[in-house]
């Protein structure tokens, strides 16, 4: 079986666990409020803004034996750069406070992912990041467009509010094989380990932030799911 399969099939409770978060599957029905998808927005800026941090991280630390996978996270650099503006763009169409949001701290579940992700490339293996991409890249193809669809119509908004989930959506798909090519070539059994931990760790700290996401629109508390 090839590493990217592994992948899948290693993390599949995991991916479980994130895709039945309540407030994704009522954001597919067209379940949603605005504040609440003002502040998913917020919460995907604090992690997005690390991307490229955490990418560039990633490639200081690899070995000159690994210069094949320094080259792709180059390229990962070039594509992900400035994508944290793109969602504070949408926040403004959506009629969210930018400067507030910019100020703002992450929610807990946020953060913890992305300092797992610094953590795990530091003292696990760099490739660890990895991990991560394959979990939010992934999510988008599997969710972001219909999403986003979704929400438009529900809440009225502009097209220029969608720029974020409509980029990592169905048009992200070249990216992902892309994604699906760069894990077969990974034989290196801790960096394996790594990607798979991580990403088993991702997907339940990113469900969290899905389901904190009432919470921080400040709606009444529903039993949780």
């Not at 300092?115 to 490339?121: D, G």
């Amino acid at each position: 079986m090839s590493f990217f399969n592994t992948l899948c099939e290693q993390t599949q409770t995991e991916q479980q666990y994130l895709l039945s978060a309540r407030p994704i599957q009522q954001a597919l029905q067209g379940d949603i409020s605005l504040p609440r998808y003002q502040a998913f927005l917020s919460q995907a800026y604090h992690h997005v803004k690390h991307t490229v941090p955490l990418l560039m991280r990633c490639g200081s630390r690899l070995s000159l034996n690994d210069e094949w996978l320094r080259k792709a996270v180059i390229e990962y650099i070039g594509e992900e750069y400035g994508h944290e503006r793109w969602i504070l763009n949408d926040l403004d169409a959506a009629g969210g406070d930018v400067d507030m949001v910019q100020n703002s701290e992450p929610h807990t579940p946020t953060q913890a992912m992305v300092s797992l992700v610094y953590n795990a490339i530091d003292n696990v293996h760099p490739t660890a990041f990895f991990g991560m991409a394959h979990v939010l890249e992934g999510t988008s193809v599997k969710l972001a467009t219909a999403a986003a669809h979704k929400i438009q119509s529900t809440l009225g908004l502009p097209e220029s509010a969608f720029s974020y989930l409509l980029s990592h959506g169905d048009l992200d798909q070249d990216h992902v094989q892309f994604f699906e090519q760069l894990m077969n070539r990974v034989e290196d059994a801790d960096a394996q380990r790594a990607i798979i931990q991580t990403a088993k760790h991702v997907y339940r700290l990113y469900g969290d932030m899905f389901r904190a996401l009432p919470e921080l629109a400040g709606e009444q508390p529903e039993a949780s799911v």
